[in-house]
């Protein structure tokens, strides 16, 4: 494609769309986020953003809410791709190899000159920076973080003879009061579940908790190999499957990400593991006195940190880097970082975001909000290679495979180390 | 007449030649280039590696998977659909009061978007709280887990596509039996022929012609529908409910790997030629009585 | 006696069915109407609220989405109706070497419909600039081969007396198509835009691939990321957002019910 | 010797809404007999022999084969012969298969079928066709395919519905009086529904006359034409139809075959003529002043020159005179 047809086409689709652009002073931004969990979050980053522009008079920004992580990824490449302004993005935590394997991104570390800005950058949850971290450089900053907590029926507890305040915190307890918890009618047909773990949308996530408790990792730093057919990792698969069926605590077969929070509020279950980012809506939902605890461990306790990341685009000017720069200072700002845990559920990305009033009252009021941070202590890496879209449906599939009891939770792993291996081949 | 070169008329294809040229044809032929080719990432330029992607495609068990769904997907709901679409029709058509909503509940579906509608399927098909398992709860079944278990997933999937898809064929079928003479019953019933009889020896004989280009447009649905994936399944338990056009989305803007995208695509581009093939030899056939 | 059982029981089940069919869209409309705590539960009092329409209309931009929706369904149905009028003309009235050719060429996309090509077509559209524009999404369906077939049918009966009348009378090549072909056609193209609009209008893969943002994105799309199961669903507000969307739409096909359902069947016919 | 009843028709009511089609229609069919039900297009005519036929449900009424009431019986149950409009042959069938079509679905055994079709095939003349479609056959050929179709069910009764109008005049001139010859060889009793009276004067044994949903005259066809009991009946009857003249305290009606131009008569003076061959149909006005002048036609043998405004003299024999009340 010649530059004249290119701006023969521009050209046309402008005069067709009555769009013009009107060259200004002003630093445009146009970032892209993704949002994976309930609630009008659209409505909050745009308050936010809104915020940050009266701030900074100079700076424009159009945030785009792109889908879900995956499609927020797909737009903001494309975009870029195509020509079409994107400087900086929330993206999944773990895209930071993708992203880098396309040349996308700049790393923070050579974004900030002056020392405050050196202070912000070490300012967060050491266990919130691993995912964005390669190669010894900072690629992505936390902002849209979640750990996975244990959301428990307070009422179901006690109507079970169990203390509500002391939910289970190892892999027996947990099989042994799901099972308490379990209610049948009269002909047998549950009415209401022990507990529901999801295994759509991100079951690679929810297995990365139970092999953590298990005292395993999925994954290298490097995002170079895959350790899914360790024995840990097999046995902790094991355990997800007699849940829904030794155990029978949960239904058997896979269970809905998406549909899990009404069956929690709809009192189908009486114990449901979730994002942290739902703890909001379920707050604002929940017609029943309910909980909000750490995850119960095998060996330790554990679960995998998730959710998305600033990420700032290579292909843009030193203006538009700073601003970019500038604009995810402001929206990980212990303030603003409070104003969105308070808001969603989400955590305060850095320990100073629960320093502020607005945290420190709402936690106060409202102690569940802080077991997401709390849980930090055990937290890991989500699972973070090459080929990240790849390898993660083999280990998704697998997890469902065994599951649904189509394999073996060996051979299931077995097979998903052997496509994941093949796969990250080129990256060794 | 003598046939001659037509400035006028080439003139006048141009418009639509052009843009199927850019959007139909070339593409294909790019697939096919693409699908021998491969680079480390869309930065990098392509080099030409033969048939490695076709071994790749070989090897990937979720491939075939994605080929067997499709087939059972192509035979779940192209029959179904068309034999509800017949039965629609003839009710339609028939005496009984309401044909007017008869025929408006059953044309409703056309017009809602799949993936809207996707949502409220969900809702259907939840386990535990959806309205299908509340409703199974009623008679004191425990209802499935419609798409979390993998031996069904698939066939709530075809559920919704035939409900999709019954409504628009059964439009055909209206045409068509309005255009064949009432006589023809008339002269069947004073023979003698009952409800069954005339139906076989008569009204589906005659329906042929229709229900040959229904079954086309339904196997080609049945690769080209997918937007309900999106939303129930994604594919999933373990791909039990992937399909083909749901695989190359995934390859191409999932994995980002448009080179096995267009792998994928050609194998796809191969079976519509197989369908078109069939319909060809089938369109001598379509007009056996006219 | 078992012809009036067999009745009986197929008008029972035509009933039964039609009840299925409209089902989705009758609990579109429960959930809506009521407060999400009646979302999975059916009770005949329960309290009506339109709360749910507030929040769905408040969680997406969903007048924008329909005017990029009626955007882009303008622009496609009216390149097809200018390009499949040309091209139709061609090859039903006429006569030249490759028309043969060409009229295979048109078919091929019967088949080869531009769902399947995503890949490709997003390459080059990336190459032509126009991903994330109205015009992008549009741009692959511009030339319709069901439309050039159809109209190719109808032009076919018109007889050729009229197109002499209308050349001794002075009338030129195109005038002949707009003055003659095109009001004789008129059912045709009625028939025809139908079917375009309730396509597009419903059309999700391609969109998906190829907006980006809410300056191109039509409803279909906006309403999967607005109802994505990601997001934990809540029925009531989205069967509020899906009624929302749908609502242009079932309002127009509800008023004008036989007149759309006689179009699919003209359409149909040919 | 009294005929046996076939077929009895009591009080036979159709209505669509207000509309009554069918108004109490009453009248019977001998064995063997050949019965024209003849009108206007939309009198009610075809309705009723899909009444008959089973095809359509009478309000009221009763219909009686053979002394058994089948009025609630389905078509099939009534085992009747029919011969429609449109042939009704189906396309997708071989003419073999077409003609059998009522005997494979009523299972009548094989060498029956065989045997029957031998015989049919014979009496039209089929078969070089029978392995054909409909679509290659020509209209006559359909013709005797659909009439084959209803000989070969040896039905006590042969309904048929306008059958040969789809024929052109030769072929139709043709088909009549093979129809006819076959129903008196075959000893078929036939309802024969026609807008045509000459169709319906040639063939039939008795026509039932019917006008506006009633019937008008049952007769023999001399006796339609001889005695026609109303106006309608006089004037659909023949052709051209009779004149009537409106006296004073009656209707007179004489046909055109019977006035003859003479010497001495009524004075008349003539319009127009219109050459037919035969005969010429002279248009003339008859009567003194001008406000009480009629319209005749006259029907002159041979070829006429009269010229317009030509005064003549016409007159008839009294015995040729029809008279009907005022009221009509």
Not at chain 1, 109 to 125: I, M, N, P, Q
Not at chain 2, 56 to 81: H, K, M, Q
Not at chain 2, 191 to 199: K, P
Not at chain 4, 157 to 175: F, I, Q, V
Request: aromatic content about 12%; charged content about 20%; hydrophobic content about 45%.
């Amino acid at each position: 494609m010649n530059k004249f047809t290119k701006y023969l086409a521009t050209a046309g689709m402008a005069s067709i769309l009555g769009v013009s652009t009107l060259a200004s002073a002003d630093t445009d931004l146009t970032m892209y986020y993704p949002v994976a969990v309930g609630g009008s979050l659209t409505k909050i980053v745009d308050g936010m953003v809104e915020n940050f522009e009266s701030q900074n008079p100079g700076i424009n920004v159009n945030a785009i809410y792109a889908g879900n992580y995956n499609d927020a990824r797909v737009k903001a490449l494309a975009a870029l791709q195509s020509g079409k302004p994107a400087q900086l993005s929330v993206m999944f935590s773990i895209d930071v190899h993708a992203l880098r394997n396309l040349d996308a991104i700049v790393a923070f570390d050579d974004l900030v000159s002056t020392d405050a800005e050196r202070k912000w950058l070490g300012s967060f949850y050491p266990a919130l920076m691993e995912n964005g971290k390669a190669d010894g450089k900072t690629w992505g900053v936390p902002f849209q973080r979640s750990t996975i907590v244990m959301y428990y029926n307070k009422d179901m507890f006690r109507a079970a003879g169990l203390d509500p305040e002391k939910p289970p915190t190892t892999w027996e307890e947990f099989a042994e009061m799901g099972k308490k918890l379990v209610k049948k009618d009269g002909s047998g047909n549950v009415e209401q579940w022990g507990a529901m773990i999801p295994s759509t949308g991100y079951p690679y996530w929810m297995f990365g908790a139970l092999t953590k408790q298990n005292s395993e990792v999925l994954m290298n730093q490097a995002g170079t190999e895959t350790y899914f057919d360790n024995p840990g990792v097999i046995a902790a698969l094991e355990y997800w499957h007699d849940l829904g069926n030794k155990h029978a605590i949960m239904p058997s077969g896979v269970i809905e990400w998406g549909t899990l929070r009404q069956n929690f509020l709809d009192g189908k279950t009486a114990i449901m593991w979730h994002s942290t980012g739902n703890l909001t809506t379920v707050k604002n939902k929940a017609s029943f006195d309910f909980g909000v605890a750490k995850l119960p461990g095998n060996t330790e306790l554990g679960s995998p940190t998730g959710g998305g990341n600033f990420y700032i685009f290579k292909k843009s000017s030193a203006e538009e880097k700073a601003a970019s720069l500038k604009l995810v200072k402001f929206m990980t700002s212990p303030e603003q970082a409070a104003h969105w845990s308070k808001a969603t559920g989400y955590m305060g990305v850095g320990p100073r975001a629960y320093e502020t009033d607005t945290l420190k009252a709402y936690v106060k009021e409202f102690p569940p909000a802080a077991v997401a941070r709390d849980q930090l202590t055990h937290a890991t890496a989500e699972l973070s290679t090459h080929e990240a879209g790849r390898v993660r449906k083999f280990l998704d599939d697998a997890i469902q495979a065994a599951l649904t009891g189509q394999m073996s939770a060996k051979d299931a792993m077995t097979d998903a180390q052997k496509q994941a291996k093949s796969a990250l081949r080129r990256y060794q | 007449m003598l046939k001659r070169f037509n400035l006028k008329a080439w003139l006048l294809l141009l418009p639509a030649l052009s843009l199927l040229i850019a959007f139909t044809h070339w593409p294909t032929l790019k697939s096919f280039w693409r699908s021998v080719t491969w680079a480390r990432s869309d930065a990098a330029p392509a080099k030409f590696v033969g048939l490695e992607n076709y071994e790749i495609l070989l090897d990937d068990p979720v491939f075939w998977r994605v080929i067997e769904n499709n087939f059972w997907y192509a035979l779940g709901t192209v029959p179904t659909s068309i034999a509800l679409a017949i039965a629609m029709a003839l009710w339609v058509n028939s005496k009984i009061r309401f044909t007017g909503l008869l025929r408006l509940a059953f044309f409703t579906p056309t017009i809602l978007p799949m993936i809207t509608v996707a949502n409220i399927w969900l809702f259907f098909y939840s386990p535990n709280i959806g309205l299908f398992n509340q409703l199974l709860a009623l008679i004191g079944i425990t209802g499935p887990n419609w798409l979390g278990d993998p031996d069904i997933a698939l066939s709530s999937l075809m559920i919704m596509t035939v409900w999709k898809e019954a409504g628009f064929f059964m439009i055909f079928y209206l045409a068509a039996l309005q255009t064949l003479s009432p006589e023809l019953f008339d002269a069947a019933k004073v023979e003698g022929a009952s409800a069954w009889r005339m139906f076989r020896k008569i009204t589906f004989p005659l329906l042929m012609p229709t229900t040959l280009f229904v079954l086309i447009n339904a196997l080609l649905n049945a690769f080209k529908l997918v937007d309900h994936l999106f939303i129930l399944t994604k594919g999933g338990p373990n791909n039990a409910s992937n399909l083909l056009l749901y695989y190359i989305y995934e390859t191409a803007f999932s994995f980002l790997d448009s080179y096995y995208a267009a792998t994928l695509t050609v194998v796809m581009l191969v079976t519509l030629a197989i369908v078109a093939l069939v319909q060809m030899l089938f369109i001598d056939r379509r007009i056996h009585y006219r | 006696m078992d012809s009036i059982w067999f009745q009986r029981v197929s008008k029972f089940s035509a009933y039964v069915l039609a009840i299925l069919w409209v089902l989705p869209l009758l609990y579109a409309f429960w959930a809506a109407f009521h407060p999400p705590e009646f979302a999975t539960k059916f009770a005949l009092f329960a309290p009506l609220t339109m709360e749910n329409f507030v929040s769905a209309w408040d969680q997406a931009p969903f007048f924008r989405y329909m005017l990029n929706t009626v955007i882009i369904t303008t622009i496609i149905l009216f390149s097809q109706l200018v390009v499949c009028t040309l091209a139709g003309y061609a090859l039903a009235r006429e006569e030249f070497l490759g028309r043969g050719f060409a009229f295979a060429l048109v078919l091929t996309q019967l088949m080869v419909m531009p769902e399947v090509l995503i890949v490709e077509n997003y390459q080059t559209l990336t190459g032509l600039n126009l991903v994330d524009t109205h015009l992008g999404v549009g741009l692959p369906y511009l030339a319709s081969a069901f439309g050039i077939f159809l109209l190719r049918q109808t032009f076919k009966t018109v007889p050729q007396e009229l197109e002499d009348a209308a050349r001794v009378e002075g009338l030129s090549g195109l005038g002949i198509i707009w003055k003659v072909f095109v009001p004789l056609a008129f059912p045709t193209y009625l028939a025809f835009s139908l079917v375009s609009v309730s396509y597009h209008w419903n059309n999700f893969l391609w969109p998906l691939v190829v907006t980006n943002t809410e300056a191109s994105r039509p409803l279909t799309v906006g309403m999967a990321i607005f109802g994505a199961p990601e997001s934990g669903v809540d029925w009531s507000v989205i069967s509020a957002g899906t009624l929302i969307a749908i609502g242009p739409l079932l309002i127009l096909f509800l008023v004008f019910q036989r007149k759309f359902i006689q179009s699919f069947m003209h359409a149909g016919i040919k | 010797m009294r005929a046996n009843r076939m077929l009895k028709v009591e009080g036979l009511t159709r209505r669509y809404g207000d509309i009554t089609v069918v108004d109490d229609l009453c009248f019977h069919v001998n064995e063997g007999e050949f019965v024209a039900l003849l009108g206007p297009s939309g009198c009610g005519k075809s309705t009723s022999l899909k009444m008959i036929a089973g095809l359509e449900i009478p309000d009221a009424g009763s219909i009686e084969l053979e002394g058994k009431d089948i009025t609630q019986m389905t078509p099939g149950q009534r085992k009747l012969a029919m011969v429609f409009q449109s042939y009704a042959l189906f396309p997708h069938l071989k003419v073999i298969d077409n003609i059998l079509f009522g005997l494979q679905a009523r299972k009548v055994a094989k060498d029956e079928q065989q045997r029957r079709l031998d015989s049919v095939v014979e009496l039209v003349g089929l078969s070089e066709h029978l392995q054909k479609k409909p679509g290659q056959l020509s209209g006559g050929q359909c013709q005797r395919v659909a009439l084959a179709r209803a000989i070969v069910a040896e039905a006590k009764l042969c309904l048929m519905d306008e059958p040969l109008s789809n024929l052109d005049a030769k072929l139709r001139n043709e088909m009549r009086s093979e129809i006819r010859s076959l129903q008196q060889r075959l000893g078929m009793s036939v309802i024969y529904v026609t807008h045509d009276q000459v169709e319906a004067m040639s063939m039939a044994d008795r026509i039932v006359l019917m006008n506006d949903g009633k019937i008008e005259q049952v007769d023999v066809p001399e006796g339609l034409y001889n005695k026609p009991k109303t106006v309608f009946t006089a004037q659909f009857i023949g052709s051209p139809p009779m004149n009537i003249m409106h006296l004073a305290n009656e209707r007179l009606g004489v046909r055109p075959e019977h006035i003859a131009i003479a010497d001495e008569g009524r004075p008349a003076r003539v319009i127009s003529c219109d050459y037919h061959g035969a005969d010429t149909v002279v248009l003339a006005e008859i009567g003194e002043a001008e406000d009480r002048a009629e319209i005749i036609k006259i029907r002159y043998p041979g070829h006429a020159l009269f010229a317009a405004q030509q005064a003549i003299s016409v007159n008839w024999r009294p015995e040729h005179e029809h008279h009907f009340p005022v009221s009509q």
